[in-house]
């Protein structure tokens, strides 16, 4: 197993966060927690394990690891041709925001509707501007990145953010979608649709062909979305445990 510090979820906690990437099941695990616990004095770990995997997750709980999240890997395939969205035209502006943009409203978006990940609904983290940090943190990050951006929709009518979306260009005309949402007084309106069509479009005309994303099953409107209006395919489900320490 490799132990990976979590930058960004170190910073949002205060204390280190560790990943445990490759998970195994052995007898060696108590020699294995102790010197990442004497190297790093983590405050919070996790690890994601294939779904289908029952026994490798049955070990980590049985050294004190807990169920959180259950996840899911899906990614389609984008058309070489735009999609239309002249109906939107007239109503949605699509930004690539930069370091010198105002980031603040996507932030304060992000801090009203991101209420269904594993660390806002953890019982053992009460303090739910934790989770809120969290995602300040990697928008931010996104909005610096080279390889990265985040784009921002809005309503020409009246200048409001209607929606948000964060992206790493992977290489080989791939991109991740990493955050994104809508803003409550759009939900149901039907500007959602223009705003998803737009980033394909966009991605279209910079020769992606595939888009890959993670999702929590929890987030069942996003889910909802992008497994039927979106197109997108399942390619891996995970369960993410966690311990914390003292």
Known sequence: ????????????????????????????????????????????????????????????????????????????????????????????????????????????????IFTNDRIYLDPLLPDKSLAKRRYRLYIAKSWLAEDEEVLAFHDRRDGRLVSF?????????????LLGGHAPAHQGSGLGRGCTLNYFNHWISKGIVRVHTHISLANYRGLESEYKGDDYKPEQSFAVLRKIYP
């Open 165 to 177: 979306h964060t992206s790493k260009y992977l290489g080989g005309r791939l991109v991740l979608t």
């Open 1 to 112: 197993m490799k132990v990976i510090r979590e930058e960004l979820d170190s910073q949002a906690f205060g204390r280190n966060v560790l990943r445990l990437d490759e998970p195994e099941a052995g007898p060696g695990f108590a020699e294995f927690e102790a010197e990442y616990l004497a190297a790093w004095d983590p405050v919070y770990v996790y690890v994601k394990i294939p779904a289908e995997d029952l026994a490798l997750s049955h070990h980590f709980e049985d050294q004190g690891f807990r169920f959180m999240e259950f996840q899911l890997r899906m990614s389609r395939r984008l058309p070489r041709r735009a999609f239309d969205t002249s109906a939107f035209d007239g109503v949605l502006e699509m930004r690539i925001l930069g370091p010198g943009d105002d980031l603040e409203p996507v932030l304060n978006l992000a801090d009203e």
